[in-house]
Each structure stands twice: as C-alpha cells, then as structure tokens.
C-alpha cells in the first residue's frame, strides 16, 4: 500500500509560541548546536500531537559552524553526534520527514569563487548533521541556483560546473528549487538535464516566473521524474497574498513618516492556502505521488487547516493524505477566533 501525502511547515511553530527552532543567541553567549537539538525534541513531541509528519528545520540549528572568524564553533557538529543520532531515531520513529532550506546567501553560480567555498562549507555542515542523523535520501537539502549576474546562461553553467566538484555527501542530498523572479521552471529543467539534481517544484514560484510558458502539468510531471527510484518527491505550495499591505514611508514634501496603503506583491505569502485552489492541483495530480511542503505564513496552523478543509470541501482527496487526523485541542483553541 502506498503511504500516504505528507504535509509539512518549515521552521516556526505557530501552534504553541513557547517553542523555538534553533539557539539564535549572539556568539558572546555561546550558542550550542546542543541546545537547538534540545529545542528540536520539544517540537518533534508538538508535530506527534498534530500528527504532522513532514518538517523543514531551521538552517541556522549549528550557530556559527562554519563562520571563519569563530573556530570555537566549528565543532559543535561532532560534539553532537550521539544528540543527532538520537533525533534522527525518533524523526523515523515518528515517521517524520525533515530537510534543510539553507540561506539565500548560498549561491553556487556565484562568480566571486570565495562566497562559493563559503556556500559549500555550509551545505556540508547540514549535510553532516543529516547523516549523523542517520537520514535516509528524502531528507534533502534544498536550495535556489542563485543570482543572474547580467548572464542568466553563464550563471546556469556555473551552478553546473559547481554541482559537479561537490563533496559527495552534498550532492547526495541537494535538491534545486525554482524560484520566482530569476531561475524559472525551464531553467532548473536545463540543469537537471546536465546533473541529474533533482527538482522541487514550487506551484507559486511556477506562476510568477515563467516566461517560457511551459503548462502546469506536464511540468510537474517533469519534476516528479526527476527525483530516483525510491525516494519520494516533494513540491512546495504556498497561495499568494491577495490584501492590500500597511507600509510606513517617509513623505518627501514633508519629511515625516506616513502610513500608506500598497497594492499585494503576488510573491508573497498568504497566511493560510487557498483551499480551493490547493483541492484543483491535488485533483489534477492525482495520478502523482509527492510530499507537500506549505509555505504558508502561518505555518502548522496551515497545515491544521487545509487538512480540516479538504475533509469538507474536497472528501474523496482526504485519503491521499492518510486517515483523518486531530489536532490537539489547545490548537483547536487558538485558532478558533480566526477560523
């Protein structure tokens, strides 16, 4: 029997304010990967509660690992191996899937060879702990191409020629995102066809930038193709803001700051999915297996709902993603003054 869709949320917890995704303290108080993992166990036991069982951690769970100027920190990742082994052992007791999305500063077509190492050097780090994790393949690190640098062509074949020197721990793991103002779905399609990566698609990023109008379907059909036999893909959906936004802004006849109202930017997040446009792509994959990362701003609480609305709007999908689940009622709770 096929197991059923994951759902996940990355890093913040939204459910219970109380829990923190990593030790964000400034180096002169000593952060610990130590503590980040202390902090990961009380959100693995929230995430059993919800029964969510798909998560993205926090990039920055090793403070300071790989930062030049601070070698005091660069062995925290060892210090932690019994730590990491024994998170790792509960993520697969619990059935949880987890990843990494690090930094946007990771660029790996980036022409300035120094802030490549310094990419690299990260993306080792989190590999690191993923293995030390005892993770198997669909625990992925995943990440963007990078900047166009006036040359969209040469920043492709930089990302390739990168991707090929990789240490084999990284390239194990990467996975490639489109994003959505620079590399689009055609792009990062190109670069698979050169490395194999393989391909999240992201349902927003697809429709902001997709200037080679390539149709929806056939795309993720595509992308789904990418990843190898046995490991399952996985996709990112998020619904675009649709409200108008409170900015503050200096006036520039009279110097004082003002409140003013702007216009959406369709690539920002809305708090929670558009329940019927989800239930329309999920009706038209239907013949597709893959995990759902949302990367909705309210985060679980998004997960929570758009599973409470696909059993009301949309029944026959409920099954896809296992049998109904429950969440805790303190959940319930917090959310019922803005349902």
Request: proline residues 7%; hydrophobic residues 40%.
């Amino acid at each position: 029997m096929q197991r059923p869709l994951r759902l996940g949320f990355a890093v913040k917890v939204m459910g219970q304010a109380d829990l923190k995704s990593n030790d964000a303290r400034r180096w002169q108080n000593e952060p610990h990967l130590r503590v980040s993992l202390g902090y990961l166990q009380a959100i693995f036991a929230y995430l059993a509660r919800q029964q969510i069982t798909m998560y993205r951690m926090s990039s920055d769970l090793a403070p300071y690992v790989t930062h030049p100027d601070l070698p005091q920190f660069h062995a925290q990742i060892r210090e932690c191996a019994g730590e990491l082994r024994e998170l790792g052992a509960r993520a697969k007791q619990q059935d949880l899937r987890l990843s990494f999305h690090p930094s946007q500063f990771i660029v790996l077509n980036s022409p300035d060879p120094v802030l490549v190492r310094k990419g690299i050097a990260d993306l080792v780090a989190q590999a690191e702990m993923l293995d030390l994790m005892e993770l198997g393949p669909e625990a992925v690190l995943v990440i963007h191409v990078g900047g166009t640098y006036n040359d969209k062509v040469a920043g492709r074949e930089r990302w390739i020629m990168t991707y090929q020197q990789l240490p084999e721990a990284v390239q194990r793991r990467l996975v490639l995102e489109n994003d959505d103002t620079r590399y689009s779905a055609a792009d990062v399609l190109a670069i698979h066809e050169h490395t194999g990566v393989p391909l999240i698609f992201d349902y927003q990023h697809f429709w902001c930038n997709n200037p080679e109008k390539l149709t929806l379907l056939p795309t993720l059909q595509r992308f789904v193709a990418s990843w190898p036999d046995g490991t399952r893909p996985k996709i990112h959906y998020s619904s675009p803001r649709t409200e108008l936004r409170t900015l503050t802004r200096k006036n520039k006849q009279t110097s004082k700051q003002e409140e003013v109202m702007v216009p959406p930017i369709w690539t920002g997040h809305a708090d929670y999915l558009n329940p019927f446009e989800f239930i329309t792509f999920m009706r038209m994959a239907q013949e597709l297996e893959f995990d759902v990362m949302l990367e909705a701003k309210l985060k679980d609480l998004a997960v929570l709902r758009i599973r409470r609305d696909i059993e009301r709007y949309a029944p026959d999908l409920a099954p896809r993603f296992g049998p109904e689940p429950h969440a805790a009622p303190d959940v319930i709770e917090q959310q019922a003054p803005i349902l």
